[in-house]
């Protein structure tokens, strides 16, 4: 049974920093390329960065480059967000999943991690 459990977020004020976690499990991790996916109020969920299987390649939404940085621990079956420079418009219940563009597990969303950036 897949199970992706989100953590890290928390309330913090412009400019500040928060590192999230992703810890899976039920499938073969390193297997994946993996992302992790935002929605913030009001709004559809956004793909924000992901990672290929190995952790070689990155890809960012244009609103995130140069201040998130996606990794991952395949030993630990463990991907991280570190957010630096965090702006309003971060606020949103950050997600991971396996897959980019196209989720691979669709039905197994976690609960989710909650960032708000405000003063």
């Known amino acids: 049974q897949v199970q992706l459990v989100e953590s890290g977020g928390d309330l913090v004020q412009p400019g500040g920093s928060l590192r999230l976690s992703c810890a899976a499990s039920?499938?073969?991790?390193?297997?994946?390329?993996m992302s992790w996916y935002r929605q913030a109020p009001g709004k559809e969920r956004e793909l924000a960065a992901s990672?290929?299987?190995?952790?070689?390649?990155?890809n960012y939404v244009d609103s995130v480059k140069g201040r998130f940085t996606i990794s991952r621990d395949n030993a630990k079956n463990t991907m991280y967000l570190q957010m630096n420079s965090l702006k309003p418009e971060d606020t949103a219940v950050y997600y991971c999943?396996?897959?980019?563009?196209?989720?691979?597990?669709?039905?197994?969303w976690g609960q989710g991690t909650q960032v708000t950036v405000s003063s």
């Open positions: 039920g499938f073969s991790f390193s297997s994946y390329a």
């Open positions: 999943n396996a897959g980019g563009q196209v989720v691979m597990f669709r039905r197994d």
């Open positions: 990672i290929s299987s190995t952790g070689g390649n990155t």
